[in-house]
């Protein structure tokens, strides 16, 4: 039995769907297989959205492969912390959505064109830029 593989899309991931190689083969690969699950944070969407007017649609798209993470208190307090410390609302909801919790117990991977903004923040990212 295969261990299903979880990533969660950032704001700048999203904003590279078109032209980046990694990311679409990350999305071609999570549509191909039970085995790799994407995930987006709902903040990240909206971060991204206020970058590209037409990203909202486009991810829309892609609706069967991509599972959303809605917002709630715990991601408020996430975010709110982490903007202290001058992270963005993307990666805080991307960090917030990739810790351990009760839909993925084990926690994700941030699968991102940005790595550095993860930097000492607690979770494990893969790097689409390789």
């Known amino acids: 039995m295969n261990?299903?593989?979880?990533?969660?899309?950032?704001?700048?991931?999203?904003?590279?769907?078109?032209?980046n190689k990694q990311v679409s083969g990350l999305i071609h690969a999570a549509a191909a297989s039970d085995d790799v699950r994407l995930w987006v944070p709902?903040?990240?969407?909206?971060?991204a959205g206020r970058e590209c007017s037409g990203i909202v649609a486009q991810?829309?798209?892609l609706v069967d492969v991509l599972r959303f993470v809605d917002d709630d208190y715990a991601t408020a307090v996430t975010v709110a912390e982490l903007c202290r410390v001058d992270v963005g609302f993307g990666v805080a909801a991307a960090v917030h959505a990739a810790r351990p919790n009760s839909m993925l117990p084990d926690g994700a991977l941030v699968a991102t064109v940005a790595p550095e903004a993860y930097a000492g923040?607690?979770?494990?990212?893969?790097?689409?830029?390789?």
């Open 3 to 19: 261990a299903t593989e979880h990533y969660v899309l950032d704001s700048a991931t999203l904003l590279a769907m078109g032209g």
């Open 42 to 47: 709902v903040l990240c969407l909206l971060e």
């Open 121 to 130: 923040l607690g979770v494990g990212v893969m790097d689409l830029n390789r």
């Open 59 to 61: 991810v829309g798209v």
